[in-house]
């Protein structure tokens, strides 16, 4: 089953739905940061929604980040995704495994809960948009939750899971996001209420087959669907990039990194992918900058 974003609305136009199934986002994370389950679950569940927050993005350009340290063993987390789908992400310890009694992954734990979870969206005006929440519980959905109705003042259903097997692979991976909209009925609310008791975990619910629209049509029967959205894991880093970024450094540091005779080496935070630039790309780079 391909990795999508499905917006609906139900009752009504009262509620508003996201539904996205990201098994292949989150596997991809996984692999790029050889993630132990409890990481691979923690930031797999963060790049879920952020890519469910950015599918309402008008231009590919724009972008959502979120960042949460509970200064738990897992460390920061960071995902970012585009208005085109694109999302990537890093968390700061790949290497946790933290379980409860009861077998489940102990994503609070990892994450922890003496922090905060920073949304910030750019929508390519003078000055991004940023809200922050004291972190609840670490196991994203209700932080993210607790986000919408402080920062947005937004009531919202945040359900997301990530299913990882004992192998260590994600097997299923999905979120839903059911908000309702300003001035919705008492029957629209008792309706949102129920469907956050009976609602299964929406990781079970892709492992057991279910798309986005399946889930959704689920739980709001009445749903019209809106929109389809692709979402992919994909960083987007390039050797320009970095040296645009190099370029930005002042030209005496740039000298000194020249004198020094050892270039530079950068590696990029999301994929891993180093890139390498000899003394004769730093001249070109300082070169330009006092052409210009």
Not at 50 to 57: G, I, N, P, Y
Not at 154 to 160: A, F, W
């Given at each position: 089953m391909k990795d999508e974003i499905v917006i609906a609305e139900a009752c009504g136009g009262e509620i508003r739905i996201h539904a996205a199934v990201t098994t292949e986002l989150a596997?991809?994370?996984?692999?790029?940061?050889?993630?132990?389950?409890?990481?691979?679950?923690?930031?797999?569940?963060?790049?879920?929604?952020?890519?469910?927050?950015?599918?309402?993005?008008?231009?590919?350009?724009?972008?959502?980040?979120?960042?949460?340290?509970?200064?738990?063993?897992?460390?920061?987390i960071l995902a970012?995704?585009?208005?085109?789908?694109?999302?990537?992400?890093?968390?700061?310890?790949?290497?946790?495994?933290?379980?409860?009694e009861d077998g489940h992954l102990d994503v609070g734990a990892a994450v922890g809960t003496d922090g905060t979870l920073t949304v910030t969206k750019d929508l390519g005006l003078k000055e991004p948009f940023s809200g922050v929440v004291r972190l609840q519980t670490?196991?994203?959905?209700?932080?993210?939750?607790?986000?919408?109705?402080?920062?947005?003042?937004?009531?919202?259903?945040?359900?997301?899971?990530?299913?990882?097997?004992?192998?260590?692979?994600?097997?299923?991976?999905?979120?839903?996001?059911?908000?309702?909209?300003?001035?919705?009925?008492?029957?629209?609310v008792e309706f949102a209420e129920n469907v956050s008791r009976t609602m299964k975990p929406v990781s079970q619910l892709v492992k057991e087959g279910?798309?986005?629209?399946?889930?959704?049509?689920?739980?709001?029967?009445?749903?019209?669907?809106?929109?389809?959205?692709?979402?992919?894991?994909?960083?987007?880093?390039?050797?320009?990039?970095?040296?645009?970024?190099?370029?930005?450094?002042n030209n005496d540091d740039l000298q000194e990194m020249i004198d020094d005779g050892r270039g530079a080496e950068i590696r990029c935070q999301y994929c891993g992918h180093y890139y390498n630039f000899d003394t004769e790309d730093l001249k070109l780079i300082l070169g330009s900058k006092l052409r210009a």
């Open positions: 596997e991809q994370a996984r692999l790029h940061y050889q993630c132990m389950p409890t990481s691979a679950a923690a930031l797999g569940r963060t790049l879920t929604v952020t890519a469910v927050m950015a599918s309402d993005l008008k231009n590919d350009e724009e972008k959502i980040v979120s960042v949460i340290n509970g200064h738990g063993p897992a460390g920061t970012q995704a585009m208005g085109n789908g694109d999302v990537r992400g890093f968390i700061g310890d790949p290497n946790i495994y933290l379980a409860r670490g196991e994203i959905g209700q932080d993210f939750a607790y986000y919408y109705t402080i920062s947005e003042q937004t009531p919202s259903l945040v359900g997301v899971g990530v299913l990882v097997e004992p192998d260590g692979h994600v097997s299923a991976a999905g979120g839903l996001i059911a908000q309702l909209l300003p001035g919705a009925s008492e029957e629209a279910n798309s986005a629209e399946d889930i959704i049509r689920m739980y709001f029967p009445d749903a019209v669907i809106l929109e389809k959205r692709d979402v992919r894991w994909h960083c987007g880093c390039s050797r320009e990039r970095f040296m645009r970024s190099l370029a930005l450094l």
